[in-house]
């Protein structure tokens, strides 16, 4: 069983970068994909980013389009998310998520890492 550790949140101000890291642990992970996703408070998490495994593809929601990048360590079996010009709205909790082979959506989750940016 592969579990997700995530680090690298904070408390930034508007226009800062941070960079989250999630590493999977138990086994090496040989899945589909890994992704990122968000929660701000009071709203339904959301995708925010994705990369696929085998091919480094990659997939980001329009509101990060540009500012965030996504990226794997096969060796470290980690997956990162640079964040850039950070905004206020992209203050939530962020989850990194895997997508195990055979499985039809994302099935791992990490426990998750706040992020809080001021204005």
């Known amino acids: 069983q592969v579990q997700l550790t995530e680090s690298g949140g904070g408390l930034v101000q508007a226009g800062d970068s941070l960079r989250l890291s999630c590493t999977a642990s138990?086994?090496?992970?040989?899945?589909?994909?890994m992704a990122w996703f968000r929660q701000a408070p009071g709203k339904e998490r959301e995708f925010v980013s994705s990369q696929r495994w085998s091919n480094g593809d990659t997939y980001y929601a329009d509101s990060v389009k540009g500012r965030f990048r996504i990226s794997r360590d096969i060796r470290k079996n980690a997956v990162y998310l640079q964040m850039n010009s950070l905004r206020p709205e992209d203050t939530a909790v962020y989850y990194c998520?895997?997508?195990?082979?055979?499985?039809?959506?994302?099935?791992?989750w990490g426990q998750g890492t706040q992020v809080t940016v001021s204005s």
């Open positions: 138990g086994r090496t992970f040989s899945g589909v994909a």
């Open positions: 998520a895997a997508q195990s082979v055979g499985a039809r959506e994302y099935n791992v």
